[in-house]
């Protein structure tokens, strides 16, 4: 079992920032972030694995950063350029093989 600790959400304005934490409780190959707006699915916004590969979804490229501290078992979302579209609540993804493990979610809000 991986415990997931997430921090980082809030309020922010348009064109704003704010960077997202999720610690695990041990070593993790893949670690990444999902969102979900109301009314939609989960989607994927950015994975890294240990070795630093990163994927991100289009429509966060070149604003959203995912990067990993593997010596804290911590990733880490910088979100910048913030927009409206970006609101949902932010769930830390741990990737074990063969199981998935979820944070509790944090809400990301971006008011225009």
């Known amino acids: 079992q991986v415990q997931l600790v997430e921090s980082g959400g809030g309020l922010v304005q348009a064109g704003g920032f704010l960077r997202l934490s999720c610690a695990a409780s041990?070593?993790?190959?893949?670690m990444g972030w999902y969102r979900q707006a109301p009314g939609k699915q989960r989607e994927l916004v950015a994975t890294?694995?240990?070795?630093?590969?990163?994927n991100y979804a289009d429509s966060v490229v070149g604003r959203f950063t995912i990067s990993r501290d593997n010596t804290k078992n911590t990733v880490y979302l910088q979100m910048n350029s913030l927009k409206p579209e970006d609101t949902a609540v932010y769930f830390c993804l741990a990737r074990r093989w063969p199981n998935d493990y979820w944070g509790q979610g944090t809400q990301v809000t971006v008011s225009s």
């Open positions: 041990g070593s993790i190959f893949i």
């Open positions: 890294i694995t240990s070795l630093g590969i990163t």
